[in-house]
């Protein structure tokens, strides 16, 4: 495996629907309380919902929803979530932790300057006892205006950052930091080789160096069709957005919201373990 100095122990990442109760069209207030018991300083936690939760809330308190064609609804629903997701890690972390809200853009990681000054504000934030909690700034995101600007960034540098979704924004920020490892939760126990067979879950991913990997990786994509909701990526996406922390030595695994992080990191359950020998 590559030796490097590793800075950050955990960045984890918990998408949309692992929060939701589907079957009562609610919050999963039990999975929030049982994240709660595992979150600690140390780790950095990236988590999706804000859309979701706000949707709910707002249908909750309205009896009806916005018009799903108005360029503003994502953006209202995230603007109301925002504000109850980081209730329900305040509700549910250990009192004697600060949480700490982190909202970022594309922005933040195309800019040097920027990206310098997360990294010192997530390092601060663990070292001063503090959990801090990431999520994308859906709210104040303009997909028009992000398109355009990722377009004359595009012209001025070869490599740039869209951050579509939070599993490039964990990504990213597993880089950032120097994670040892990246943990993607989501409501599948990891990557199949055939979505509709259980038994072809994929336990390990590796190979000796980078190069060899990413080459597995493209060849595990070509299997991977459709996402747990509209509007989101997928497994294909998730592995194309993590290999710049395989390149670093991170390793990353993906499991199921529905275990114990400290249970799929000794991989006593069910995950795939993504890694560079």
Known sequence: MIKITFMIELVGKIGSMALIDKANGDIDYNKFANLGRQLKP???????GAVEIGRIDYIRRTGIELPPE??????????QGQAILMQ?????INPQYGIRQFL?????FNNEKKSIHIKKLLEAAVSQNCVPI??????VSCEELR???IGILSKKKQSVLELVDNDETASQIACLVKAKTLLILSTLDGIYEDINSSSSLLREISAPNFEELSKKLDEVK???LGASRAGANGAKYKLEYIKPCLAQGTRVIIASAKYNIDDII???????MIWVK
């Open 134 to 139: 990431v999520n994308y700034n859906d709210a």
């Open 222 to 224: 070509l299997k991977c």
């Open 42 to 48: 140390g780790m950095i936690w990236i988590s999706s």
């Open 88 to 92: 329900m890690y305040r509700n549910f």
């Open 104 to 108: 970022v853009e594309h922005n933040h």
């Open 70 to 79: 108005d360029n503003h609804t994502k953006a209202n629903y995230a603007a």
């Open 147 to 149: 398109k355009f600007e």
């Open 266 to 272: 000794a991989e006593r359950v069910p995950s795939t």
